[in-house]
């Protein structure tokens, strides 16, 4: 727990904060729900401020979709694992045999309820600072309003000016109780014998990040 916080660049008060941000609902009553909650709004208004200063002429509907790319699932997902989360969360044993500690929904959420944690226990200050820590690597400018569409329908006209048919997306699991659910999507082209996997809280959430991998493939293609 020590070396996370030099991770964070942040030394809880409170450490008590801190573990149950790490802790999932199948570990134990007392769980990270209520501070994913909370640091899912303070993560929003943090990269919302720093894109309202990088993009100071950016129309709102780009500055959305650039918000909307930088905080998805799969992004938070990636810089929880460069903080190395995995070890330190607090699994139930189903989730812990499942693979859960690697999960993105699980990770990303983690990560979400531990910028919460730095809220409630620094004020907004340290948490706007996590905030910019873990996305100074990210480079901000214009060229990132073409990025940001909709990753189905990025992968539709790529696939169309190449006169080729459109993806095939087919739900491959559902995990999780009915009231909080994962959808795990596979996105198919048939033309290409490829497919790829996405995750997210609704199908159509893990349909864009189903489009998104086969994106990244297409383009990693040789």
């Known amino acids: 727990?020590?070396?996370?916080?030099?991770?964070?660049?942040?030394?809880?008060?409170?450490?008590?904060?801190?573990?149950?941000?790490?802790?999932?609902?199948?570990?134990?009553?007392?769980?990270?729900?209520?501070?994913?909650?909370l640091g899912d709004s303070v993560l929003g208004l943090g990269v919302a401020h720093m894109l309202y200063q990088a993009l100071g002429s950016g129309a709102e509907g780009d500055l959305s979709r650039?918000?909307?790319?930088?905080?998805?699932?799969?992004?938070?997902?990636?810089?929880?694992?460069e903080l190395d989360l995995p070890p330190l969360l607090?699994?139930?044993?189903?989730?812990?045999?499942?693979?859960?500690?690697?999960?993105?929904?699980?990770?990303?959420?983690?990560?979400?309820?531990?910028?919460?944690?730095?809220?409630?226990?620094?004020?907004?200050?340290?948490?706007d600072a996590l905030v910019r820590r873990l996305f100074e690597q990210v480079e901000i400018s214009p060229a990132m309003s073409a990025a940001a569409k909709d990753a189905k329908t990025a992968l539709q006209e790529w696939l169309q000016g190449r006169k080729m048919r459109?993806?095939?997306?087919?739900?491959?699991?559902v995990l999780g109780a009915a009231h909080?659910?994962?959808f795990e999507v596979v996105c198919q082209v048939a033309e290409l014998g490829l497919d790829a996997l996405g995750e997210g809280a609704s199908r159509r959430a893990a349909e864009q990040a189903a489009a998104t991998s086969m994106l990244e493939k297409l383009q990693n293609r040789p």
């Open 1 to 37: 727990m020590r070396a996370l916080q030099q991770r964070l660049h942040y030394r809880f008060t409170d450490e008590a904060l801190l573990e149950r941000a790490l802790t999932h609902r199948s570990y134990a009553a007392d769980h990270n729900e209520r501070l994913e909650f």
């Open 66 to 81: 650039l918000r909307a790319q930088l905080v998805r699932q799969d992004s938070l997902h990636r810089l929880a694992l």
């Open 180 to 182: 909080r659910q994962t």
């Open 166 to 173: 459109l993806p095939q997306y087919e739900v491959a699991r």
């Open 90 to 127: 607090r699994l139930g044993e189903g989730e812990m045999r499942s693979g859960g500690q690697r999960r993105p929904s699980i990770l990303a959420d983690a990560l979400e309820a531990i910028i919460g944690a730095v809220y409630l226990d620094g004020g907004h200050a340290p948490a």
